[in-house]
Nanobody
């Protein structure tokens, strides 16, 4: 399974951006999708997650500003980010928990990371 993330870039504080991550390959099912971020010198944090029922979970610092959504038919997860702040600057990684024929118990596949830089 391969994940392709896109949508990062350089924006100014207060602006918006949307990240996308599409999964491809021999996928049997997707259990949940998530976005993580990692700033230089810091640990990777869970930013937002969504399961197949549409239940979402957010990092406290992004609640009310970020929205995670999924397009299940396209195996794609999005992260709409509004009112961006300099502290949102990080590399964003998508993580999708999939099951496959060869791995029916499932595993978390990672995207390659996309950089977001928010200038003040």
């Amino acid at each position: 399974v391969q994940l392709q993330a896109s949508g990062g870039g350089l924006v100014q504080a207060g602006e918006s951006l949307r990240l996308a991550c599409a999964a491809s390959g021999s996928i049997s099912s997707i259990k949940f999708m998530a976005w993580y971020r990692q700033a230089p010198g810091k640990e990777r944090d869970l930013v937002a997650a969504i399961n197949r029922s549409g239940v979402t979970n957010y990092l406290d610092s992004v609640k009310g500003r970020f929205t995670i959504s999924a397009e299940n038919a396209k195996n794609t997860v999005y992260l709409q980010m509004n009112d961006l702040k300099p502290e949102d600057t990080a590399t964003y990684y998508c993580n999708i928990f999939v099951t496959t024929t060869n791995r029916p118990a499932g595993y978390g596949a990672w995207g390659q990371g996309t950089q977001l830089t928010v200038s003040s």
